[in-house]
């Protein structure tokens, strides 16, 4: 992934906060073919669990067939995103020398891919997701809910996925490269058009004095 030095996020606090933020990321792996070299992807939700991303895909699925295990599969993990229109830049008045541009927040996580086919570890990994998802619910399902045969034929469709984690590479470009004036104004217009991406930019741990524009 493309890191321009202003935008590079490195702290693991703020890398799992990003990991965490995002509900379906991308699992993307290369698969062993005969005929041609190729990767496929499946967008699923993965859960961090110290050192490693756990989930689980069809078992219908041909990523986990056709694996590769010699080569790393990677996860893309996206943040808060959005449009920032020149209008919104102190410059534009100043002296017109200003484009659009995105803001987004991204991780790609690199690790070694571990299938697992044992239904009692395909069922703690369902039930942990399914308890990170209805656990704010006032009134959450429980995989315990349903019958227990139901439970044990909708397991055999899937496989788990464990991702080891290698390398993890991560990415804020939220107008750290601008000047105080440019990126309070970014900030002024995403409150009205992306309260969300606003937000995310007036938190202290994005940004330090140092990083902006003098």
């Not at 030095?5 to 702290?11: G, I, L």
């Not at 110290?50 to 078992?59: E, K, N, P, Q, S």
């Not at 369902?126 to 227990?148: C, H, I, M, Q, Y």
């Amino acid at each position: 992934m493309y890191v321009p030095t202003p935008f590079a996020e490195d702290r693991p606090e703020e890398i799992q906060a990003i990991i965490r933020s995002c509900s379906l990321p991308v699992l993307i792996s290369l698969l062993k073919d005969d005929r041609v070299a190729r990767m496929t992807a499946t967008h699923l939700p993965l859960t961090l669990v110290d050192d490693r991303l756990v989930g689980h895909i069809a078992r219908a699925n041909k990523q986990w067939k056709l694996l590769d295990t010699a080569v790393e599969s990677f996860a893309i993990f996206s943040g808060v995103d959005g449009y920032v229109s020149p209008s919104y830049y102190a410059t534009k008045q100043e002296t017109g020398r200003v484009v659009p541009t995105w803001n987004y927040e991204a991780v790609h996580v690199y690790g070694r891919l571990e299938i697992i086919e044992d239904p009692a570890r395909i069922l703690e990994i369902v039930t942990n997701l399914t308890n990170r998802f209805e656990g704010a619910r006032k009134a959450p399902w429980k995989v315990s809910d349903a019958p227990d045969d139901y439970v044990a034929m909708q397991l055999k469709a899937i496989v788990g996925v464990v991702l080891h984690i290698t390398q993890t590479i991560g990415v804020r470009k939220l107008s750290q490269n601008k000047t105080a004036a440019d990126r309070a104004g970014v900030i002024a217009g995403e409150s009205h058009d992306n309260p969300a991406l606003a937000r995310q930019m007036r938190s202290p741990s994005v940004i330090s004095p140092s990083a902006i524009t003098k």
